[in-house]
């Protein structure tokens, strides 16, 4: 019977035996290196896990292996796990989501165009909706006045509600900030409380107000001139920049203006307005009455003996009908552009006249029929 070989009962691991095993199986963690990552970290193809909070840092991220990992796992398809990379996206991550536990790649050629197309036309909606260049705009501005070592210049914008006030204050001391002084002064019409607008005029007040900005009394310099120029719905913005030698009391005049000029401006444009607005609603009026003109002198030729003066505009004999049909329309260019009312209510006048004549000539022909008719009906 052969003599079996003493052994020694098997000892338990040391602390150090235990922690060199657990560094050779995951690696140096002092060292960032991973030697044998775990099944779960990959998909296959050696490509780590990406978690939503490591999308911005995937740059840093190696997906590339150290040769120390086994090759008996199971090969998995790497073109359906492989990540597709946008072109020209300025990104070198891959764009990965995950579906059923597979790494999916979402597929740029479709969306690329779409998808430039529409930031392009946020970027230009963006553009239309910036109140800097939609809403806060001057509508006139002055010469720059230059006083000595100071120069003064005003802008006035319309004002389409209160709350743009301080936005356009703001406008124009980041946009204009070598100038030391923004002096402004507003002035629009506000509804009454409990009023609808329309009541009337009664059913609104007018609210001003002024800033000096450092300049004492020149705000009140410039709504001085905006009331006496009667205008509403405005902000004026009169910026000095001072160079250091003071002017005294000679600025509020120079403030006035700079004033003066863009009000008066702006009292010509909405005079303009008002002018053009009134020659319109009076050839509007000039249209009706020639319809009615023409109605009425067809009225009065189809009671003429002879029809062929309606249809040809003359009598067997060549003479011309006694009341002359014109059917086409005056042509009114002349008073429309420019704009003259005194020359529309004089037109106006005379064809109410017109009118009036011609309405009194046809009730004769209705009550006395022409004396050549009575042969033939008395045959």
């Known amino acids: 019977m052969p003599k079996r070989r003493a052994t020694s009962p098997p000892q338990p691991a040391s602390a150090q035996t235990k922690t060199a095993r657990r560094t050779e199986e995951t690696g140096d963690v002092k060292g960032g290196t991973v030697l044998n990552p775990p099944a779960g970290d990959d998909h296959g193809d050696r490509t780590p896990t990406r978690r939503a909070d490591d999308v911005s840092n995937s740059s840093g991220i190696n997906s590339k292996t150290n040769g120390h990992e086994e090759q008996t796992q199971s090969a998995r398809s790497l073109s359906a796990l492989a990540p597709e990379f946008v072109p020209g996206s300025g990104s070198t991550s891959p764009v990965i989501a995950k579906s059923n536990g597979l790494v999916q790649s979402e597929l740029p050629f479709s969306s690329q165009s779409t998808s430039k197309t529409q930031s392009r036309q946020a970027s230009k909606d963006s553009e239309a909706s910036s109140p800097s260049k939609s809403i806060i705009r001057p509508v006139f501005k002055s010469e720059p006045l230059q006083i000595k070592d100071s120069t003064f210049q005003a802008r006035l914008f319309s ?221």
């Open 159 to 379: 004002l389409e509600s209160p709350a743009q006030t301080p936005k356009i204050l703001a406008y124009m001391r980041r946009q204009y900030p070598d100038f030391q002084h923004h002096m402004s002064a507003w002035r629009y019409l506000m509804l009454k409380p409990g009023m609808t607008g329309l009541e009337g005029e009664n059913a609104f007040a007018v609210e001003q107000g002024w800033d000096d900005d450092g300049e004492k009394r020149g705000g009140s310099a410039i709504i001085d001139v905006i009331e006496k120029m009667g205008l509403c719905d405005v902000v004026v913005v009169v910026s000095r920049r001072f160079g250091g030698t003071l002017l005294g009391p000679a600025r509020f005049a120079h403030i006035a203006d700079c004033t003066r000029a863009v009000c008066t401006a702006m009292y010509e444009r909405e005079r303009a307005a008002e002018r053009a607005s009134r020659v319109a609603d009076l050839v509007a009026q000039l249209r009706e009455w020639d319809t009615e003109v023409a109605e009425l002198r067809l009225e009065i030729a189809a009671l003429e003996p002879t029809k062929s003066k309606v249809e040809t505009g003359a009598d067997e004999k060549g003479k011309l009908p006694a009341i002359s049909v014109s059917l086409k329309p005056p042509d009114y260019t002349s008073v429309l552009s420019p704009p003259d009312v005194e020359k529309a209510e004089r037109l106006l006048q005379a064809r109410q006249k017109t009118v009036q004549s011609l309405k009194a000539a046809l009730e004769k022909k209705r009550a006395k029929p022409d004396a050549g008719e009575e042969p033939s009906n008395a045959s």
